[in-house]
């Protein structure tokens, strides 16, 4: 079966840094989509950013990207430049058939 | 505007009650899902409806009755609610393509239950 895991449940990052946070998961598949969703305070899920697992070429969207390993089956998230807003839970989910979400890493952000 | 909206967004309730939590999309969207959050944040799936059609049915107590009137509507009726059933939870859609079956799901604003 698929698993999802977010091996960091809180980070801290100063404004204006960078910061990483790691998900990696498990699968037989070789086709599938990886995303991360974030969840601020107002509970709402807001899709960050998405990956196909044929592309090689790491996503970007803005201040967001990702590093996708695909032979490591990791799929960590890269926020630059963090400001306030950025802090949230952020989720990691794997998607095939079904999604499936890891458990979460809170982001806070250090003015 | 909203593309998925629920209603209500907050509902507090006795045990015992039945319950229901309406789900709406304007995206035009072929596949509607709905998410249980428990306390520790943990997501996950309970049903997935695709143009009415029942696809993902997890292991989810039968008091739990998702209904599809059409394919931009998904309601969630609960029947007897318990102090477990105490959780938020999310609507979301995805379009259905043959070409991209895995397509990015968008969520509601959830629904935050509280059972007394």
């Known amino acids: 079966a698929q698993t999802v895991t977010q091996s960091q449940p809180e980070m801290s990052v100063q404004e204006a840094e960078t910061v990483t946070l790691s998900c990696t998961y498990d699968?037989?598949?070789?086709?599938?989509?990886l995303f991360w969703y974030k969840q601020p305070p107002s509970r709402q899920m807001i899709l960050v950013i998405r990956?196909?697992?044929?592309?090689?070429q790491n996503a970007t969207e803005n201040r967001f990207s990702v590093n996708f390993q695909k032979a490591a089956k990791s799929f960590s998230l890269k926020i630059s430049d963090s400001q306030l807003g950025d802090a949230a839970m952020y989720f990691c989910?794997?998607?095939?058939?079904?999604?499936?979400f890891g458990k979460g890493t809170r982001l806070h952000i250090l003015p | 505007d909203t593309a998925v909206s629920q209603t209500p967004k907050y509902l507090v309730t006795q045990m015992g009650n039945d319950k229901s939590i309406k789900c709406e999309q304007n995206?035009?969207?072929?596949?509607m899902y709905w998410y249980k959050q428990d306390s520790k944040k943990f997501l996950k799936i309970m049903f997935s409806?695709?143009?009415?059609?029942?696809?993902i049915n997890e292991t989810v107590p039968n008091r739990f009755s998702p209904k599809s009137p059409d394919k931009a509507h998904l309601n969630l009726h609960i029947n007897s609610l318990e102090l477990g059933d105490s959780a938020v939870y999310f609507c979301?859609?995805?379009?259905?393509?043959?070409?991209?079956?895995?397509?990015?799901?968008?969520f509601g604003p959830g629904t935050r239950l509280l059972v007394l």
């Open positions: 989910a794997y998607r095939d058939d079904k999604i499936i």
């Open positions: 979301a859609s995805s379009p259905i393509h043959r070409e991209a079956p895995r397509e990015t799901q968008y």
């Open positions: 995206l035009g969207h072929d596949t």
């Open positions: 990956q196909e697992a044929y592309k090689q």
């Open positions: 699968t037989s598949e070789s086709d599938y989509y």
């Open positions: 409806y695709n143009n009415k059609e029942l696809i």
